[in-house]
């Protein structure tokens, strides 16, 4: 077996979709906190919220209390996890084979921060990774996890292989995880998903964080605007 690395110095936090507001039992907390259970078995400080038990505007600003809204929890409450991590999970359930209102919610959110930048001048989500996990009782968890995926590779996270693991039972009306009986925590394909993806994300962020980040090199907004275009060409000559 190889040597374990040590993971003592990366932060993750796991930011559940559920529609259910706290203490409502969630589903995908269960499955997610198989994942949180392993990385803080290896040293990872965790952080982990419900979104819905926090007041977030809707929209694509920073803050959007400089839009219209009266409150947004975002700015304050939620982002300084998001940008303190060197790890994101976005969890969440399948309603009508598509991710919740709230996932959407969360995307648009990180997005909205997506035109921010770290210290070297890239876009902020640049050296961090990014994975998901799905829960319901009807299909499509490759959709939604798919779905989450794009959309923080998008914005300049990084995925590691194998980032999301889900379980949805048998299809149609029937047990939830978390129920009596479902089977769900003792799903051997759900806990080896779990676990690899937990891994991965593991392994991918103490890496990028070992080698500090993204080189800055072809990806500085900062220089493209003022005139360097890193050996591109525009309009290359015809050949």
Not at 62 to 81: C, F, K, S, T
Not at 167 to 173: S, T
């Amino acid at each position: 077996m190889a040597e374990q690395p040590d993971y003592s110095d990366l932060r993750a936090v796991f930011i559940n979709c559920t529609l259910k507001r706290s203490p409502e039992v969630s589903h995908t907390q269960g499955l997610m906190d198989a994942s949180i259970k392993l990385m803080r078995d290896h040293g990872v400080h965790v952080d982990a919220i419900r979104l819905i038990d926090h007041d977030i505007a809707t929209g694509v600003y920073p803050d959007m209390r400089e839009h219209g809204w009266q409150y947004d929890a975002w700015p304050e409450e939620v982002w300084p996890l998001v940008d303190a991590a060197d790890i994101l999970v976005v969890g969440g359930p399948i309603w009508l084979g598509d991710n919740s209102s709230v996932t959407k919610r969360l995307i648009e959110r990180l997005y909205a921060m997506s035109g921010e930048k770290n210290e070297r001048g890239q876009y902020v989500y640049y050296g961090k990774v990014g994975g998901a996990v799905i829960t319901g009782n009807e299909d499509g968890i490759k959709h939604c996890a798919s779905n989450i995926l794009y959309s923080l590779q998008h914005i300049g996270y990084t995925i590691p292989p194998a980032a999301d693991a889900g379980w949805i039972g048998e299809a149609g009306p029937g047990p939830s995880y978390l129920d009596e009986g479902s089977g769900g925590p003792e799903n051997d394909f759900t806990n080896r998903n779990t676990t690899f993806m937990s891994y991965n994300l593991m392994h991918l962020a103490h890496l990028l964080k070992q080698a500090g980040g993204i080189p800055a090199i072809g990806n500085v907004r900062s220089e493209w605007d003022g005139g360097e275009h890193y050996g591109f060409e525009a309009n290359p000559e015809y050949r």
